[in-house]
């Protein structure tokens, strides 16, 4: 009984990354040939660390570069949605483990879930 | 070299790292960045900036179809998620503390760890034990069919499991890497749970670990989009043609080859970070 709705959740977690894996790889190719295409001068140094422009290093950057349809802002849009989607299983693992009334593992995942936003929130 | 040439010459060398990844169940991210390091000579910052991004991508798009065989028990996941995320954090506050060459020699220490480990999957026959009382309160348990039968699993050991998980994700936040050896380390052999399971659980777990250091990395400037598009497609391609391929031909040989690669390539990151290089 419960094996068999936990078997359910596994799948719908399942395919949930699915769908966001193959999303955040089409924007991350769309932006990619926009930024190929209008690319000019030669291939940046990365040899020596200087850090990522500062557009492309918060979500608030990388949101307001889309509006000028940036290519390198629009890859960095599909990274964020890739590094949104196993953080939305844990979410789906909350909701899950709730309506299966398992409280002990409706607040593990929420744990991991507190984790994964202090790590955006409290930056070093 | 144009960027169009330098970005399919990164393309083509991912979609090989995430093929030797999938095909030695290391994962790619742990072959992309000595690739990136050593071949491309760029910084070993944006190396595992580009790598991560490309664990969660292929970790996830694995996922759905080991979800769907039934090995991966997402409570054992989730519980030992909170280990990961918490190493992965802390992982990824160390790399702005620790210089890139000792972050190399790690990480070549790592991946012969890695090969190794890969060429010893020791089948350990389930024994017999008593059960690990902490565990059934946790239930951390399971079932999977085989031979028509259910076969019932208990964790042991779950402290120890706990505590390894933590160094495996503070691995993972520090290299850049989905650490999937020490995470099937944990699980198979201190946890005692069947390898199917381990190795299924593992990947399963994988994408979450690296979530919790992306913000890190995302706000430092280690993943630099441009360098990233090629490496993230190249290395899930890789790895979904990899893990066709796994299915139907028969390995051995090709996995003893490709861990003599990881070796070198582990032996060319301690010496290069030995020497100041990275």
Same mark, same amino acid.
């Given at each position: 009984?419960?094996?068999?709705?936990?078997? *359910?959740? @596994?799948? &719908?977690?399942?395919?949930?990354?699915?769908?966001?894996? #193959? /999303?955040?790889?089409?924007?991350? !190719?769309? $932006?990619?040939?926009?930024?190929?295409?209008?690319?000019?001068?030669?291939?940046?140094?990365?040899? *020596?660390? @200087?850090? &990522?422009?500062?557009?492309?290093?918060?979500?608030?950057? #990388? /949101?307001?570069?889309?509006?000028? !349809?940036? $290519?390198?802002?629009?890859?960095?849009?599909?990274?964020?949605?890739?590094?949104?989607?196993?953080?939305?299983?844990?979410?789906?693992?909350?909701?899950?483990?709730?309506?299966?009334?398992?409280?002990?593992?409706?607040?593990?995942?929420?744990?991991?879930?507190?984790?994964?936003?202090?790590?955006?929130?409290?930056?070093? | 070299?144009?960027?169009?040439?330098?970005?399919?010459?990164?393309?083509?060398?991912?979609?090989?790292?995430?093929?030797?990844?999938?095909?030695?169940?290391?994962?790619?991210?742990?072959?992309?960045?000595?690739?990136?390091?050593?071949?491309?000579?760029?910084?070993?910052?944006?190396?595992?900036?580009?790598?991560?991004?490309?664990?969660?991508?292929?970790?996830?798009?694995?996922?759905?179809?080991?979800?769907?065989?039934?090995?991966?028990?997402?409570?054992?996941?989730?519980?030992?998620?909170?280990?990961?995320?918490?190493?992965?954090?802390?992982?990824?506050?160390?790399?702005?503390?620790?210089?890139?060459?000792?972050?190399?020699?790690?990480?070549?220490?790592?991946?012969?760890?890695?090969?190794?480990?890969?060429?010893?999957?020791?089948?350990?026959?389930?024994?017999?034990?008593?059960?690990?009382?902490?565990?059934?309160?946790?239930?951390?348990?399971?079932?999977?069919?085989?031979?028509?039968?259910?076969?019932?699993?208990?964790?042991?050991?779950?402290?120890?499991?706990?505590?390894?998980?933590?160094?495996?994700?503070?691995?993972?936040?520090?290299?850049?890497?989905?650490?999937?050896?020490?995470?099937?380390?944990?699980?198979?052999?201190?946890?005692?749970?069947?390898?199917?399971?381990?190795?299924?659980?593992?990947?399963?777990?994988?994408?979450?670990?690296?979530?919790?250091?992306?913000?890190?990395?995302?706000?430092?400037?280690?993943?630099?989009?441009?360098?990233?598009?090629?490496?993230?497609?190249?290395?899930?391609?890789?790895?979904?043609?990899?893990?066709?391929?796994?299915?139907?031909?028969?390995?051995?040989?090709?996995?003893?080859?490709?861990?003599?690669?990881?070796?070198?390539?582990?032996?060319?990151?301690?010496?290069?970070?030995?020497?100041?290089?990275?």
């Amino acid at each position: 009984m419960t094996e068999q709705r936990d078997q *359910r959740l @596994e799948v &719908a977690m399942g395919r949930m990354l699915q769908i966001g894996v #193959i /999303l955040a790889a089409l924007v991350v !190719l769309a $932006g990619g040939a926009l930024y190929l295409k209008h690319f000019t001068g030669s291939v940046p140094n990365y040899h *020596r660390f @200087e850090g &990522a422009p500062v557009a492309y290093r918060s979500v608030r950057g #990388i /949101l307001s570069g889309m509006r000028s !349809l940036d $290519g390198q802002s629009l890859i960095g849009f599909g990274i964020l949605l890739l590094i949104a989607t196993p953080i939305c299983r844990v979410l789906f693992g909350v909701i899950g483990f709730s309506l299966l009334k398992d409280r002990f593992y409706a607040a593990v995942s929420m744990t991991v879930l507190i984790i994964l936003v202090l790590s955006f929130v409290i930056r070093r | 070299m144009s960027l169009l040439s330098f970005t399919l010459a990164v393309l083509g060398c991912s979609i090989l790292a995430g093929l030797l990844g999938a095909l030695t169940g290391l994962g790619g991210g742990v072959v992309i960045v000595p690739v990136l390091c050593l071949l491309f000579k760029i910084d070993l910052h944006y190396a595992i900036g580009a790598s991560l991004v490309s664990v969660i991508a292929t970790s996830s798009g694995a996922a759905a179809v080991y979800v769907r065989e039934g090995f991966s028990n997402i409570r054992i996941g989730m519980f030992l998620e909170v280990a990961t995320t918490l190493g992965a954090s802390f992982g990824a506050y160390l790399t702005a503390t620790v210089s890139g060459n000792w972050i190399g020699i790690l990480f070549g220490v790592v991946l012969l760890y890695s090969a190794w480990a890969s060429l010893h999957k020791v089948d350990l026959e389930p024994t017999m034990t008593q059960p690990d009382s902490l565990a059934l309160r946790l239930k951390l348990m399971g079932s999977f069919p085989t031979e028509g039968k259910d076969e019932v699993y208990t964790a042991q050991h779950v402290p120890a499991g706990f505590g390894i998980m933590f160094v495996a994700g503070t691995l993972s936040g520090l290299l850049g890497i989905g650490s999937g050896a020490v995470k099937v380390l944990a699980m198979d052999q201190v946890m005692k749970l069947p390898f199917k399971v381990s190795t299924t659980t593992s990947n399963f777990m994988i994408g979450v670990t690296a979530a919790a250091s992306a913000g890190v990395y995302l706000s430092r400037g280690y993943i630099l989009p441009g360098l990233s598009m090629p490496v993230v497609i190249g290395v899930l391609v890789g790895s979904l043609i990899g893990s066709r391929i796994l299915v139907r031909a028969h390995v051995e040989t090709l996995r003893v080859v490709f861990s003599i690669v990881i070796v070198a390539l582990g032996a060319e990151m301690i010496f290069n970070g030995l020497t100041g290089r990275l």
